[in-house]
Nanobody, 121 residues
Framework: QVQLVESGGGLVQAGESLRLSCAAS????????MGWYRQAPGKQRELVAT???????NYADSVKGRFTISSDNAKNTVYLQMNSLKPEDTAVYYC???????????????WGQGTQVTVSS
């Protein structure tokens, strides 16, 4: 089994920063890609940012220039540095990973449990 554990959410004021972390553990042979998604109340889950094992990144237009995704491959961990936060960034943030398992070398898609980010105006 592969587990993703997120941390770093919280309540901040507009303009402040937060850093989210997500660590993969368990039967991890290799991680192909990791990313962050978010879901606000009454809205669909949307992509925030992704990063491949080679370091290629992709961002939603709404967070470009404010958020930075990075990873530590040795620790199987992905980070999301969120600066200049806005009230519209308020959502549950979910970590996602495409993991090749050590058990059978198959790639599986896994989600974290989510962490709440609330930005007050």
């Amino acid at each position: 089994q592969v587990q993703l554990v997120e941390s770093g959410g919280g309540l901040v004021q507009a303009g402040e920063s937060l850093r989210l972390s997500c660590a993969a553990s368990g039967s991890v042979f290799k991680i192909n890609a990791m990313g962050w998604y978010r879901q606000a109340p009454g809205k669909q889950r949307e992509l925030v940012a992704t990063i491949t094992s080679g370091g290629s990144t992709n961002y939603a237009d709404s967070v470009k220039g404010r958020f930075t995704i990075s990873s530590d491959n040795a620790k199987n961990t992905v980070y999301l540095q969120m600066n200049s936060l806005k009230p519209e960034d308020t959502a549950v943030y979910y970590c996602n990973a495409v993991v090749v398992t050590a058990f059978n070398r198959y790639a599986v898609n896994r989600w974290g449990q989510g962490t709440q980010v609330t930005v007050s105006s």
